[in-house]
């Protein structure tokens, strides 16, 4: 009998309808993934990281960036950099300022002579590749002595958008530095916006560790910004850009107060907190301890914890034998939700986006392939010419739900895959679902819909032909559409729009949703969300609706009735009906 | 052994091959006859080619690809008769057949028939068209308004199916009848005309017998009974004794 479950199985999925539908599903996917997308792109808990760091030797011409994107877990993303190196004469922009405050020139006079000042040194667009752009070039063009230097950079990923607008004072201002007869310009920078980075300074090596650190010039630039992970991963990370065209590697600092006496080793090594090394460039440097603090505070009815504002200090140091670097500056501690483009992705597709859409609008498919099966050719007569074979009503029943089930299955797995992968490669998130999380995806919809089948499955041992239509379309209307309207419209009459009416009707919608096929998902989409994130991650009035009403056992029963019990009843109506047409 | 069992057992040695077939005819020809193919454990590759073997013996090799709906009645017959043949059962249920089909396809199945009949093979044949049954049939069971009224061998049938010879003589008389008692059952039904029933000898003989004893044969004509004739006299005969 295997033979033909392939062959109705194989007719049933080839039908030019099951396969033009399943291509528009697909490219519904396509385009929900971009919704997905687009619903990450503006929370604002949810934006891009970046740190780079940019060098242009005035001497030789030659220009590097060298820029990172990472996404809110400081994971690399790929995007697009644009970038404009504009220089100007600083006191052009000051004059103009003062023209433009003492009212000698309008707004739009004041912005159109600042675009004149503005000479375009270089740009372009790059793609990064592993979520890093290196750009190097020797320019034709370099800024006149004297001028200031700006970078101006746009950033485009599938998280979001950011960058500076081409105007003086409004990009990151290049340090410069003068090394005998050269000038390099040197920039370092992380996170948007941009915000001026630290200078590193050159001093003697003191006669003693106690001596006081004499400054005696420009080194460099660092930028740095402390991701605080919190929470029960009780993790920080450090990200740190560093340019010196002197030395090549630091050891870096953090203290948690400003430093009370002029800085020398002794105090460095005394007061501050060794983190690590770096090198000239990018650094990811782990700290193993969350450096927020945090402070549980009694709110009328609830504890909450708040963040503590504080500000940290960054020193980096290199000493040579005739030279000590020292870099040191305020670092800003930044709080990462961990998981959280993961929990947003996650909590759209438990909702009616991606497989909740599959499930609600496939049964139409559902319904069509039993017609196909089983009603079409009832009405028509065909089955009793297939029961002149050496089989029995029972095989021929088992045989197309058997195959009929097989397709829906194929096809609910064949969505599923494609709207996920469509989900990853648009988002560049990796879900970090594990086994049972894709089994509660898949095996949500997939019982749905099975149960939907298996009730038109009956429906059509009780009708055939058009009058299956008819009636299979009226049951599918009654459980897609109407069904989710009613715990709405009966608690209103019965309750009112009062306090706790989402919670009645979140809990009458799960009630209900055991007494439908289509309803099912509901729950797996619940345990989904659940498993993967914990009980925090489910709304308040949703979890509270919940309790007691979604039990494993209530949903386990739930789904094993509405499987077995119609495709059951039938089977035992099938034994008995006509087939003659 | 269940009644599900026995139930396959009989479908596995009979073929039948219905009056009206009704397939599932958005499918190809082939597509079809492999997925039936496959309740008789027949698949893949081998199910094509005797798809194709059979096909093309019952004159559908140009269809073999077609849409079943495109097929005409006689074409779908021819199908269903090549479906029939998958497993090449001993028994064949022909169900009114003949019915909506053009002569050659009225020979088709005739000679179809006659050759199983060669073969060993039981064909049930049931037919309005009597003139037909008679060329090909053994035993002829008789139905009427659903009520088997006869089962007779062709034998019996050609026996009973009795011919007549219609005379119209110059008189009738005693003489007369006693000649024709020797060459059959006569019946006198007036003063000129004479019917003489299953006549021994041919209609020759019997004419110059009665002009030998100088009785004028003015016209002579020999009725031939079909198995239509045995059919309506059969449902006369019930009729008659339903009266009683």
């Keep these: ?36 997308l687009s619903v990450i792109a503006m929370n604002p808990a949810v934006r891009p990281e970046v740190a780079y760091y940019t060098v242009l030797d005035n001497s030789t011409g030659k220009f590097k960036l060298e820029l990172h994107i990472y996404n809110p877990e ?52 790059y793609k990064s590749s592993g979520g890093k752009v290196v750009v190097e070039k020797k320019l034709e063009r370099l800024p006149l002595q004297g001028y200031t230097c700006e970078l101006y950079l746009n950033i485009s990923t599938p998280l979001g958008s950011m960058g500076t607008i081409y105007t003086p004072r409004s990009g990151a201002g290049y340090i410069s530095l003068v090394l005998g007869n050269n000038t390099m310009y040197v920039l370092t920078g992380v996170g948007m916006p941009l915000r001026p980075p630290s200078k590193i300074m050159r001093g003697e090596v003191p006669g003693n560790p106690e001596e006081p650190i004499n400054i005696s010039g420009l080194a460099g630039a660092m930028s740095a910004t402390i991701y605080d992970f919190g929470g029960r991963v009780n993790r920080s990370v450090l990200l740190l850009t560093i340019y010196s065209p002197l030395v090549e590697e630091f050891e870096v600092y953090i203290r948690s107060t400003p430093p009370g006496a002029q800085l020398s080793l002794k105090f460095v090594e005394r007061y501050f907190n060794y983190t690590g090394r770096a090198r000239v ?91 196909v099966y089983i009603a079409k050719p009832r009405a028509q007569g065909a089955l009793e010419f297939t029961l002149a074979r050496p089989i029995t009503r029972t095989d021929l029943y088992i045989t197309r739900f058997t195959a009929g089930a097989l397709v829906v299955i194929a096809s609910a797995m064949l969505f599923n895959t494609t709207f996920l992968i469509a989900v990853q490669s648009i988002t560049k998130l990796n879900l970090g679902l594990d086994v049972v999380a894709y089994a509660l995806m898949y095996g949500g919809v997939i019982v749905s819909l099975l149960a939907f089948y298996s009730l038109c499955y009956l429906l059509s041992t009780l009708t055939s032909g058009t009058k299956y239509i008819v009636v299979s379309v009226i049951l ?5 559409f109407i069904w989710g309207m009613l715990p709405y419209i009966v608690v209103s009459l019965t309750r009112g729009f009062g306090l706790g009416y989402m919670t009645e ?41 919940a309790r007691g009403v979604v039990e494993p056992w209530f949903v386990a029963i739930a789904t094993i009735t509405w499987l077995l019990v119609p495709a059951l009843l039938g089977w035992l109506r099938f034994k008995k009906i006509s087939l003659i047409a | 052994m269940t009644r599900d069992k026995k139930r396959k057992r009989t479908s596995w040695r009979v073929g039948w091959v219905p009056e009206l077939p009704i397939f599932e005819t958005e499918l190809k020809a082939i597509d079809y006859f492999v997925y039936l193919a496959g309740y008789y454990g027949i698949t893949g590759s081998e199910a094509k080619s005797l798809a194709r073997e059979l096909l093309s013996r019952f004159g559908l090799e140009d269809a073999i690809n077609r849409k079943l709906s495109t097929f005409s009645q006689g074409m779908k017959k021819r199908f269903a008769l090549a479906v029939s043949m998958i497993n090449d059962p001993p028994n064949f249920i022909f169900d009114e057949v003949l019915n ?20 060993g093979k039981a064909v049930l044949f049931s037919s309005h068209i009597l003139s037909e049954v008679e060329g090909i049939a053994d035993r002829v069971v008789f139905i009427h308004k659903g009520r088997i009224i006869g089962n007779y061998s062709m034998d019996e049938i050609r026996h009973k199916a009795v011919s007549a010879l219609h005379l119209t003589l110059n008189r009738v008389d005693d003489a007369v009848l006693k000649v024709l008692e020797k060459y059959g059952e006569p019946s006198a039904l007036d003063s000129r005309r004479v019917i003489l029933r299953r006549p021994s000898v041919d209609s020759s003989i019997i004419i110059a017998e009665l002009v030998k004893v100088g009785v004028g044969v003015l016209e002579a004509k020999y009725e031939e009974r079909s198995l239509e004739d045995f059919f309506f006299n059969l449902i006369r005969e019930i009729e008659v004794s339903n009266r009683w």
């Design chain 1, 1 to 36: 009998m295997v033979n033909p479950v392939f062959y109705d199985f194989k007719r049933g999925l080839l039908r030019p309808t099951v396969l033009i539908s399943l291509a528009i599903f697909a490219l519904v996917g396509v385009g929900l993934a971009y919704l997905i």
């Design chain 1, 74 to 125: 400081l994971n690399p993303i790929d995007g697009e950099v644009s970038y404009k190196l504009g220089c100007y004469d600083g006191k052009e922009v000051d004059r103009l300022d003062e023209l433009y405050t003492k009212g000698l020139i309008g707004h739009e006079e004041y912005l159109k002579r600042l675009a004149e000042i503005l000479e375009l040194i270089d740009e372009g667009v």
């Design chain 1, 476 to 480: 599918y209307i009654l459980y897609a």
């Design chain 1, 281 to 371: 460039g990018v650094n990811v440097i782990e700290v193993n301890a969350s450096l927020l603090k945090r402070e549980t505070r009694e709110l009328p009815g609830v504890r909450v914890e708040v963040i503590v504002p504080q500000s940290l200090l960054l020193l980096v140091l290199a000493r040579s034998e005739d030279a000590v670097y020292v870099g040191l500056g305020p670092v800003e501690i930044r709080p990462v939700q961990p998981g959280i483009s993961q929990l947003l992705v996650v909590q759209q597709l438990t909702s009616q986006i991606g497989p909740g859409l599959f499930t609600q609008f496939f049964p139409i498919l559902v319904l069509y392939l039993i017609y």
């Design chain 1, 505 to 545: 009707v979140m809990k009458l919608s799960f009630i209900m949703a055991y007494f439908n096929p289509i309803g099912l998902n509901n729950f797996y989409q619940l345990y989904l969300l659940k498993h993967v994130f914990g009980e925090e991650a489910i709304p308040a009035f949703q979890a509270e609706a």
């Design chain 2, 100 to 119: 909506g089909l053009d002569p050659q396809g009225i020979a088709f199945f005739r000679e179809l028939t006659l050759e199983f009949r060669k073969r």
